[in-house]
């Protein structure tokens, strides 16, 4: 019988990497939720909303040549025996909804998804096994066309965020100008894809570990400062050095012109060192001829974010630029906050990108065979909330807490419901006390609850049909204040009886006045 | 080789039971969910975002007495061996997340959450497996002041969605009247939880079978009009009757008092018959404490909405109220829609409960051992969704699609890019046509758009300095025009020239003139 008296109780916890969102966090993610989906909608995008759930094959979430899904995914299977997982990305469904729906949708199709993704993956430091993504992608169209307008977007939604120009970069590359390096030292062929792995790894840590840094890990390997060794990608002198070469050829360009020691003729200092720099490289590596048509795929796009009005602060061709994915199949770019960003304890950070995106024109093709371009961009939401917190570009000001109503007299609760629901008539946030407590701790209450004000009628103001309004903002002050005049001044004004009949706008006037 | 060539493509489908939201119904579905979270916050809730996995055992999902989960849940093992599930709905999360956050939260606690649920059923005609609810849930107060409000949130919300007064009822009861009923018949015990399961099951179709198929399925058991058998409760006779002279009760007060030929002194007709009824009720069955003290609190919520202003019209006592949810411990409501719904061929259709929700005092007991007395409604967000479409309550015009601007010279699009843009700016939704295609086939698209202009500039536009405005609302009426003036005209409208620094205003011109 003892086990009847005491029953196992489940502790009341969250699996890790998972986490609940209180109402301020919510409420800025909604609000920033509402701006960049006006962005998209002025760019012409439809919204979308597909399940959580999908077969795991349509996903692509197999492991190579096994049954069983990959780890990263949340898999189950269904009464059918089927595979199921939830989602790990907007784009994977995106293409299974293309290549489901493909004869009735508007070609281009361009949609935009905003909803949670998951991955089963271990948790750190900002990475979550749920997180919000915001995408938007054009399907259809082959054009550059597409993917420079991806990028206005970036820029145009980064700045309906508050973020101002010179503050943000969107940063483009394509992913065949690395695969057209890689092909000039002969890692071109299918066995040699870790090598190539490894390589566009050494090469996306150029900002962080500097152009030595990344000699290293193209060769044997590195010793961080705390002594961890990473293997190299294991490169041969003549090789590593190619690859030193175009990151410099990069780098030095940049600083050369930013010293304003190296300026071709007829360019403006500050303006489109990347036409420069497109152009040195064109000369430098023209026996790749991958690399030579991507280079001039990103100069049509240079022209057209240009002539459209974005200029190198906005936009800009940046050839470290690594996406990991291994869908993308051409150019491919990603926005980041260029003020530095310090989190709680004052340590810098790096944010890392707040916009990434890019073409993969294979993704529908898995499904029918068919080739059907596409391009698109996904802003991680959590990770840009956090940015915009940081740099002070979220409204701070929780929303304002209800009017509580307070009950001095449980016998009369229906009166204090009405007065509730009379605010409430005049769109007034208001709330009945429905706890049990007394006076003391109902006031309590309505100051956790961020009240700008609460009602009170006791048995006194019954009797003279008033009600007594407190204002709980202007209430908090009078203990600050030293002039003796000033102060009966201000605590009539924070406390003070009106008729019954005239609480509603009593209360409105309160909360103007907070307001001016 | 040829497995190479040939490699296995996955079909593009998704799982049964789950769908898509294409673009009319995600933006309606936005509006629904914008102004119901309006009355929440006006009624003082705050929002609270929970995760869409849980650990099995904090959700009450095991099977009893089995280190299994339930069935009807998506469930999958993290990899610590530890059973994890999909949310079934937002309860239960909720009930885990009070339990771990107690001592911080405000008490009482009001918080709403809308979101996804999963439920691992055989879905069928209006049964997904994913859904959205919208719930609003008061933690603490035991008052059934606390109940009382939620049921006046249910009348205001469906208002604010544009039901009218008359065309919805709150319909309250109090789970603990039913177990009254159940203690005098005999079914009080815990081993008679199946039959009693079974009776209130019978209960809860007097809407549709009436008293005697009720009878029929309280006792022996009911064939229906197909000859399909419905196993019965096994009540005997006397049993049996109790139950349908408790359920006559309710219909006979309200059938005489509908009739007018029944009235309580000090009554008026068509107002609160249903305190006359709690009155009846009270003195047919005052042998069971139970049910006499459940009386006692409906007839104090009765009071409370009255007081506050809603009548028998909007929220009333409804003794065949049967939620099925073990959980509920007291008063249990739902809200229906009482116009006549047809589905699209035209036949009347049962649309259920649109709101439902009750009392659930042992939830965060479950974590605790602390009994936290609680109360909750659930918005049923695509059902009502149906409904209000059904009833013509929804905005049906979609959102109106963007300007396109043509391309008619592919060597021109960085000034047709730059175009659209120029509208953007101007707030107006506006894309560049990013295909491949001819003139007839980019007006085609723009017609799927549902766009409300195009902007077109060849080579003698260009020439000229000019741009042609087409309008494609006043261009679609042009055929149906008999008088050759008014065509003349009306054609002249719908298409024009404009110089190119007009554009914006144009454009901004048709589309005043579409909406006037």
Sequence with gaps: ??????????????????????????????????????????????????????????????????????????????????????????????????????????????????????????????????????????????????????????????????????????????????????????????????????????????????????????????????????????????????????????????????????????????????FYLIDEMLSSFHESPTMTSALEQIESMRKLVRATGYGMDRIRFDPSVVRGLEYYTGPVFEAELTTPIKDERGQSIRLGSVVSGGRYDGLVERFTGVKVPATGLSIGVSRLLYGLKTLGKLPVESVQGPVVVLVLDRDRIADYQKMAQDLRNANIRAELYLGESGMKAQMKYADKRGSPCVVIQGGDEKAKGEVQIKDLILGATLTSIKDRDDYLKKQAEAQFAVPEADMVKAVRDVLARQRA
Excluded: H
């Excluded at 800025?28 to 012409?44: H, P, Q, S, W």
């Excluded at 749920?130 to 066309?145: E, H, L, M, N, Y």
């Design 1 to 274: 019988m003892s086990d009847r008296d005491e029953p196992v109780r489940p502790e009341a916890r969250l699996p890790k990497g998972l986490f609940d969102t209180p109402a301020n966090e919510l409420r800025a993610t909604a609000d920033m939720l509402a701006k960049i989906r006006n962005v998209f909608e002025c760019y012409g995008f439809e919204p979308l909303d597909t399940p959580a759930i999908e077969y795991t094959d349509a996903l692509g979430k197999f492991l190579p040549d096994q049954d069983r899904p990959n780890e990263g995914v949340f898999s189950f299977k269904d009464d059918d025996e089927q595979w199921l997982s939830l989602r790990y990305d907007l784009t994977a469904p995106l293409a299974r909804y293309v290549a489901e729906n493909y004869q009735s949708l508007p070609k281009p199709f361009r949609r935009y998804q905003v909803g949670p993704v998951w991955r089963n993956e271990k948790p750190g430091p900002g990475r979550f096994r749920q997180f919000t993504q915001f995408d938007a992608d054009t399907v259809g169209p082959s054009s550059v066309a597409a993917d420079a307008e991806l990028c206005m977007l970036a820029a145009d939604t980064l700045e309906a965020l508050g973020v101002p120009r010179g503050q943000y970069v969107v940063k483009v590359n394509d992913r065949r100008i690395l695969d057209g390096l890689l092909e000039t030292i002969g890692l071109g062929n299918e066995m040699d894809a870790a090598k190539r792995l490894a390589v566009l790894r050494a090469v996306d840590k150029l900002d962080r570990l500097g152009i030595d840094g990344v000699t290293a890990l193209l060769g044997k390997g590195r010793k961080d400062e705390s002594g961890d060794f990473t293997k190299g990608a294991g490169l041969d002198a003549s090789q590593a050095l190619r690859v030193t070469c175009f990151l410099s050829v990069a780098a030095e360009t940049f600083s050369r012109i930013s010293a304003g020691n190296y300026l071709p003729q007829g360019f403006n200092a500050g303006d489109d060192e990347d």
